[in-house]
T-cell receptor, first 115, second 115 residues
Framework: GAVVSQHPSRVICKSGTSVKIECRSLDFQATTMFWYRQFPKQSLMLMATSNEGSKATYEQGVEKDKFLINHASLTLSTLTVTSAHPEDSSFYIC???????????FGSGTRLTVV | AQSVTQPDIHITVSEGASLELRCNYSYGATPYLFWYVQSPGQGLQLLLKYFSGDTLVQGIKGFEAEFKRSQSSFNLRKPSVHWSDAAEYFCAVAPVNSGTYKYIFGTGTRLKVLA
């Protein structure tokens, strides 16, 4: 079945530094990837939609300069949290799809802690 | 506006008992419908999906869901719950023919299973 690998699973960084999270579709080509943020005991909040070779589409209220998304190939999208602050600490999840008929395949998530 | 409602935030059942998790959606037409499960600190796994046809859908791990158009519902069921089913369950809808693959997630239902 479709597999999405997300790395790293956990990261602790100092305030003011940048962190890159990778999302790879291992056995399929993902035309679209999504990045979500999940607060404790809450649902997933869509941050942005990423299409290969084009600029990401950010949801309202998400700072595009803070959360840089690059979708350089059909199997890789990256989310870079720039100048991280403690309030950016959260669980970030990516998902990939080749179309809604196939559902989404989710990565295992990245727990970001900014100290 | 499109929305997904999961009325039950928490549900506790005894192992071996039956389970029903409720999901109601608000959408102009019949969307694509999904149920996902999330274990703590993990990404989401697709349990089942509905696009059209038979309104009773079978999924993995012994789950099934029934689409009821008249009630705008897509409730998830399992006849006999196992302790390993304890997790967070999310209902999601995806618009049909909207040109977007974006999901709308419900707020989730946390399932606790008593031994």
């Amino acid at each position: 079945g479709a597999v999405v690998s997300q790395h790293p699973s956990r990261v602790i960084c100092k305030s003011g530094t940048s962190v890159k999270i990778e999302c790879r579709s291992l056995d399929f080509q993902a035309t679209t990837m999504f990045w979500y943020r999940q607060f404790p005991k809450q649902s997933l909040m869509l941050m942005a939609t990423s299409n290969e070779g084009s600029k990401a589409t950010y949801e309202q209220g998400v700072e595009k300069d803070k959360f840089l998304i690059n979708h350089a190939s059909l199997t890789l999208s990256t989310l870079t949290v720039t100048s991280a602050h403690p309030e950016d600490s959260s669980f970030y999840i990516c998902s990939a799809t080749t179309g809604p008929l196939y559902g989404y395949t989710f990565g295992s998530g990245t727990r970001l802690t900014v100290v | 506006a499109q929305s997904v409602t999961q009325p039950d935030i928490h549900i506790t059942v005894s192992e071996g008992a039956s389970l029903e998790l409720r999901c109601n959606y608000s959408y102009g037409a019949t969307p694509y419908l999904f149920w996902y499960v999330q274990s703590p600190g993990q990404g989401l796994q697709l349990l089942l999906k509905y696009f059209s046809g038979d309104t009773l859908v079978q999924g993995i791990k012994g789950f099934e869901a029934e689409f009821k158009r008249s009630q705008s519902s897509f409730n998830l069921r399992k006849p006999s719950v196992h302790w390993s089913d304890a997790a967070e369950y999310f209902c999601a809808v995806a618009p049909v023919n909207s040109g977007t693959y974006k999901y709308i997630f419900g707020t989730g239902t946390r399932l606790k299973v008593l031994a």
